[in-house]
């Protein structure tokens, strides 16, 4: 990791063309490799933050920078290879006869070589277990495998930071693992990940930090376990900690930590105590509950 | 977020008008704008025009928005005409092969004039009338229910359309896209990536919004239809449809008489 931070927010405000107040005050910095999660209600400021990020929206007052270089002098198409966007839906950006030439179409953009673009087309649609539709035009696919097609066409970009809105909307809970799993991997090989989402299993699961936006401010910006376990703060504004850290502060009394963000801590920390009560516990830890249900919304 | 409707709501007596009333004066002054080149009819006509729209509390910055909107054309018209239409004396202007004539400056005014009076009887007709009203009367008329339900929905769906294009070309953008770079071709062939992106979020969601249709068994054979909103010609109805028989009797008098 580098001390210089790779996207930063300096008091930045921002309107709509109704005027009204789309973001207030928002100051942040996001480091290379963090995995950030941008939580709130509808309407929060959600995508229009993330939107100040690859210079989609330009900020009304204030500064945003990328690797040190404002926004303002730049488009998005000057960012894109450094920070990608994947849309909420993705029928929105897909057009391309073929898979491949939709993934095809990024690196294109970039003004690289036809073999380096056939190469890093390739690796996507392999990475993404995509290569048997590389011929197929990807509108007729699935909605899963377009979210699929979306994310290895911004990824094929290899832009540091990947912006994910709602990825996971639509999706069943297999393919929410699949795709998420896939993210997983990105921010394990030094991606940035900057993802917009109501799953806050999902969040627990995987980010490192979350930022919780409401009416364009920044209510709270914080290490996920320290963030999603301020059952106050979350519900003041319409959410909620996950399931299983909810179940595991309605135990409180009986002793269970009141951070538990998922069934496996849960059932590690249920364990520790219930062998002190009931030896018969481990049956728990040998079959662990999948009663999870998640990737709703 | 832009609007498509540019229906303006006030308590006014020509919002309050039947709607096929309000079509048979769209379709009555297209005609006789046409037909009669009269420069004084054609100024007649948009001083209506302008009084109707007043007289309906449309305020007058949208009167000025269409002026304005219409500007850059009427100017056109005129430039285009004078080089088109060299005939006639005395001549006003020679330079080179250009020629303006007295006669044909007022052949394009008058045609600039009579394009921005049609502009404003359609504007009177939509900037009054909700769309809904306007489907509403065309069906009246004798227009298939179905074909007046399509018209509805293709209007209501153009917001929604503009803010899918909007997203679509953000989508763009942020892959690289430059929509300002290169050649006239290049850019529009840039603009294909978004084109066929719309149309294809177009063709799903048509295919949605027809399949809601039947699950609320539009089509089903055998019905009647009723209508919830009925259509009846009031008493201030029958005085405009009388204004409108006499104004093409007056104006063919008027002619004639010259």
Redesign the interface.
């Known amino acids: 990791m580098t001390e210089s931070p790779i996207i930063t927010a300096e008091g930045v405000w921002f309107a709509y063309?109704?005027g009204e107040w789309a973001l207030q005050d928002v100051s942040l910095r996001i480091e290379p490799g963090e995995y950030v999660a941008i939580i709130g209600p509808n309407g929060a400021g959600k995508t229009t933050l993330a939107?100040q990020f690859?210079g989609?929206l330009l900020p009304t007052r204030g500064r945003v920078r990328v690797l040190g270089r404002e926004t303002a002098n730049l488009?998005?198409?000057k960012l894109?290879?450094i920070v990608?966007?994947v849309?909420q839906?993705p029928?929105?950006?897909?057009?391309?006869p073929s898979t491949r030439e939709e993934i095809a179409?990024?690196p294109r953009?970039?003004g690289l070589s036809d073999t380096e673009v056939r190469a890093r087309a390739d690796e996507a649609l392999a990475r993404f277990g995509l290569s048997d539709m590389a011929d197929v035009p990807p509108?007729v696919l699935s909605f899963g495998l377009r979210r699929k097609v979306a994310l290895a066409?911004?990824y094929a970009?290899r832009p540091q930071v990947l912006i994910l809105d709602e990825p996971t909307g639509g999706l069943d809970r297999d393919s929410v693992r699949e795709v998420m799993g896939l993210v997983a991997k990105l921010h394990a090989e030094g991606h940035t990940i900057i993802l917009i989402t109501h799953d806050m299993e999902l969040v627990a699961e995987q980010a490192e930090r979350v930022i919780l936006l409401h009416g364009g401010r920044v209510l709270l910006d914080a290490g996920t376990r320290e963030a999603l376990t301020q059952g106050e703060r979350l519900e003041s504004v319409g959410l909620m900690p996950p399931q299983i850290t909810r179940l595991a502060q309605g135990l409180a009394l009986y002793g269970l930590p009141a951070d538990v963000l998922t069934v496996r801590e849960f059932v590690a920390a249920y364990v520790e105590r219930a062998v002190e009560l009931k030896p018969q516990a481990e049956v728990i830890s040998d079959s662990p509950p999948e009663h999870q249900r998640g990737g709703a919304g | 977020m832009l609007s498509f409707d540019l229906y303006v709501p006030r308590p006014s007596w020509l919002h309050r008008r039947d709607p096929r009333v309000k079509f048979l004066f769209v379709a009555e002054m297209t005609i006789l704008l046409l037909a009669v080149p009269s420069l004084p009819f054609i100024l007649g006509a948009l001083v209506l025009c302008h009084v109707l729209l007043l007289s309906a509390r449309i305020p007058w910055s949208r009167i000025v928005a269409i002026w304005r909107l219409m500007l850059p054309l009427t100017l056109l018209v005129v430039l285009l005409w004078l080089p088109l239409d060299p005939h006639g004396a005395p001549v006003l202007l020679q330079f080179w092969r250009l020629r303006v004539t007295r006669p044909a400056l007022l052949r394009g005014l008058l045609m600039a004039a009579r394009l921005d009076a049609l502009a404003f009887v359609f504007f009177v007709w939509l900037l009054t009338t909700e769309q809904r009203a306007i489907v509403r009367g065309f069906v009246r008329l004798g227009m298939p229910y179905e074909w007046g339900l399509t018209l509805s929905l293709a209007l209501r769906y153009l917001p929604t359309l503009h803010s899918i294009y909007l997203q679509i070309v953000d989508a763009q953008r942020a892959r690289g896209l430059n929509l300002n770079k290169g050649s006239l071709f290049t850019r529009a062939r840039n603009r294909l990536p978004i084109l066929v992106a719309l149309l294809v979020t177009a063709l799903r969601s048509s295919e949605n919004v027809g399949r809601a249709l039947e699950a609320r068994a539009l089509g089903t054979t055998g019905v009647r239809r009723t209508s919830l909103h009925e259509l009846r010609l009031r008493r201030a109805d029958f005085l405009c449809l009388a204004f409108l028989l006499l104004l093409p009797l007056a104006v063919l008098a008027l002619a004639v008489a010259r």
């Open positions: 063309t109704d939107k690859n989609l488009g998005p198409e894109a290879h990608g966007y849309f839906n029928d929105h950006q897909i057009f391309a179409f990024g953009n970039l509108a066409a911004v970009m």
